[in-house]
C-alpha cells in the first residue's frame, strides 16, 4: 500500500513539474506577407528561431501560427527573423535590403492587395 501511495505521489509530483513547464509556452498568430509555397517555406524556415516549437503559415490567409517557449524567445524576435529574411512579420517591415533579396516570384510588394 505504501508503495501504491508512493507511486501516486510521485506520478502528481512529475505531472505537476510537466505542467509548470508548459505555462510558459505560448500560440501567437502573425499576419506575414507573401505569395507563394517558395514564401511559405522561407516564412516557416525564418520562425524556427531557438524557442519556437511549430511555425505553419497559410498562403491564403497570410497567416503564421507558431507555438514556441516563452522563456526561449519572444514574438517579436520571431517576427524580426522572418522581416530578416524579406518578409514583413506583425508590425516588423523588412528592409529594402532584405526584401530585395527574396526571388521575383515573391515580390509581394509588386502585386497590389498581397502586402500590408
Known amino acids: 500500500m505504501k508503495h501504491i501511495i508512493s507511486l501516486l505521489a ?14 510558459s509556452v505560448k500560440t501567437d498568430t502573425i499576419y506575414v506577407a507573401g505569395l507563394c509555397e517558395k514564401c511559405e517555406k522561407r516564412i516557416e524556415n525564418a520562425a524556427y528561431i531557438k524557442g519556437v516549437k511549430r511555425a505553419d503559415w497559410n498562403v491564403e490567409t497570410k497567416k503564421l501560427v507558431v507555438i514556441y517557449s516563452a522563456e526561449k524567445t519572444s514574438l517579436k524576435a520571431i517576427e524580426e527573423s522572418i522581416a530578416h ?32
Open 10 to 23: 510521485l506520478m502528481l509530483f512529475i505531472s505537476g513539474i510537466s505542467f509548470a513547464q508548459n505555462k
Open 85 to 116: 529574411a524579406g518578409h514583413d512579420a506583425g508590425d516588423i517591415r523588412a528592409t529594402d535590403e532584405d526584401y530585395k533579396k527574396l526571388p521575383h516570384c515573391c515580390a509581394y510588394k509588386d502585386v497590389a492587395g498581397a502586402g500590408n
